[in-house]
Structure formats: C-alpha cells, structure tokens
C-alpha cells in the first residue's frame, strides 16, 4: 500500500520494537488479540485472547486495558480495522490526484464513499492485474480520521509501538506462505459479512464481500446436506471465472474455508463436491510451530505475522 498517512500516524509507526509480535483485530463486537514471539524453530504463539464490548464509546478504555495487563508497549503492534470502520472503490489510476493526495482525493471521492471528506483518511493500491482492454484502475481504502485517532489515542498515551494500520483483507494476505501461486481465500466472522479473496505471493489481486452467508457459522450439518453451502459455492465460481477469465490468469490451485464454525469440515466437504478445485480449511500449518488457534483469530494473527515481515525488511536495510 501506498503511505499517505498524516503525520500523527507516522510517527506511531515508525517506533523501534522488541522481540514480541502483536496483532490486534478490531471486531464489531470483540477486540481479539494474537502475541507471537521468535522461538528456535519459527514463531511461537505467546497468548491469545479476546475481549468483548457492546459499545464503540468503550473501545478506548477496553484497549488501554489490553496494553496495560499485556505489556505489550514496546513489542511491534499492527492493527486491524473492523470491516464496518473502513469503504473501499476504485477509480482510474489516471484519476489519482498528481499532488497533496491525502489531502485532494477524499474529495474526489466524496460521491464514491459516505465517509466526510473533512473526516476522511484514505490509501490506495496499484492492483497488481487489471481486466485486458480496460483502463488501470487503483483500489481506494478509506475510513475516519476521528474513529482512527480516537482508537490510536491509548497506544500514543502509553507510548506503544504501532507499525501498521490496515483492513482485515490486507491481514488474511500477510498469511500466505505459498510462491507463485493463487489462493483463493472465503472467510465468513459472525455477524459480518463474509469476504473472497484471491492472494499470490501475498498480494491480493481480487476481493469482494458477500452478504447474507453469515448463516454459515450456524448451520447443522443436517442443513449444509440440504444445500446451505450453494450459494457460497456460486459466489465462489463466479470469483473464478473473473480471475481465471476476465484477468486472464493461471487456474487457482486451491480454495481455503475460514468459517468459524463446529461443522467446518462438513462445510468444507460440501463445497469441495459442488466446486471444480479443492476446497480445504483454512491451516496454519506453515505459519507457525503447533498453532492451535480458532479461525476466529485469523485477522490478528495476519497482523501479528505483518510485524515479523516488517521488522525483518527493517533490520536488513539498518
């Protein structure tokens, strides 16, 4: 992603860090956080945790608690934002303002996204494949500069350790450990929408959120025999077949199931006889010893693994 942060953001991410790596995924309803520290064999997992809260006025207070008991103040902290706090669009690379983005493009966004262009905070990237024959265009991240510093503002006063700032696509793409090839990614929280991506060497080259599959996480396996899993398996292949396609790229190898729920493997069998390519559950075998984690802990131990990439790209270039 392109760095277009204003400065009180800067200078929170661009602190020194110690040997702990922490990610902390903002929900709607639950903070969940991933601590991982370098063992001898790759990372291990320190502790992991979640906190609920039923009120956005109480996310300040409930981080502050989180910094407090964890000491976690001088590790490399990353943060992910709750789906429902960031907007996303795309406009034509052409159309990207030459100079003050930061400050020029809410502007010209203004009728794309609800966010006040005042209170607007936005990034964007260049997607790494473009539809043949259409006009580049760049994928726009947008979310409050209020909602932003009002969660910031425990970690400034605690003189904490923030290296990133991102969305919960951006953090499932930290995960992936595979080279040169294309992933396909369902991910289905609670009470959220569920999200499609499509990743290759940790970037993500397509994503779209689907509505009205949060279902998922509560179906018996009586209901998932009944065909609780079509559209999903429908949503699925059309996200192929644009990839595959309209942007004209090498099949994907492998689709990964990331739904919290006790008849995930009923969930993943059934998608794996109506699609074309394997379907597995999400495994997080390859990123680190023994981890044995919910799927629910997936966006926060994406940001935590983020810190290790990017204290390791700091230390080669010091």
Not at 98 to 126: F, G, H, N, R, T
Request: glycine fraction near 4%; include cysteine.
């Amino acid at each position: 992603m392109k760095s277009m942060l204003p400065a009180f953001l800067q200078k929170l991410l661009n602190r020194k860090s110690n040997g702990l790596h922490v990610g902390i995924a903002i929900h709607k309803e639950v903070v969940r956080v991933v601590m991982l520290e370098q063992g001898e064999k790759g990372m291990l997992l320190n502790k992991h945790f979640d906190v609920a809260y039923s009120s956005e006025d109480q996310l300040p207070n409930v981080l502050e608690t989180i910094i407090k008991e964890n000491d976690i103040v001088s590790g490399s902290i990353s943060i992910v934002l709750p789906s429902h706090r960031s907007q996303s669009t795309q406009i034509e690379i052409t159309e990207l303002p030459e100079q003050d983005i930061q400050e020029a493009l809410p502007w010209k966004l203004k009728d794309l996204i609800s966010i006040p262009p005042l209170d607007m905070v936005c990034d964007y990237i260049d997607m790494p494949l473009q539809p043949f024959g259409q006009t580049p265009k760049a994928q726009i991240i947008a979310t409050s500069r209020s909602y932003l510093e009002k969660i910031l503002e425990p970690f400034h006063d605690a003189g904490a350790n923030v290296l990133e700032i991102f969305t919960e696509q951006f953090a499932v793409a930290k995960l992936q450990r595979s080279e040169n090839t294309a992933q396909l990614v369902f991910l289905q929280h609670a009470k959220s929408d569920a999200i499609i991506l499509i990743l290759k060497n940790q970037q993500i080259c397509f994503a779209r959120k689907i509505r009205g599959a949060e279902a998922l996480n509560t179906m018996t396996p009586e209901q998932i025999q009944m065909g609780g899993t079509d559209n999903v398996a429908v949503e699925i292949q059309r996200s192929i077949d644009y990839y595959e396609g309209q942007l004209k790229q090498p099949p994907i190898k492998n689709v990964f199931i990331a739904i919290d729920s006790a008849n995930i493997q009923a969930i993943v069998d059934a998608l794996d006889l109506s699609l074309p390519v394997k379907s597995k559950p999400f495994s997080f075998d390859e990123i680190a010893n023994n981890l044995q984690l919910s799927l629910k802990f997936i966006p926060a131990l994406g940001a935590a693994m983020s810190t290790v990439v990017e204290r390791h790209e700091e230390d080669v270039s010091e």
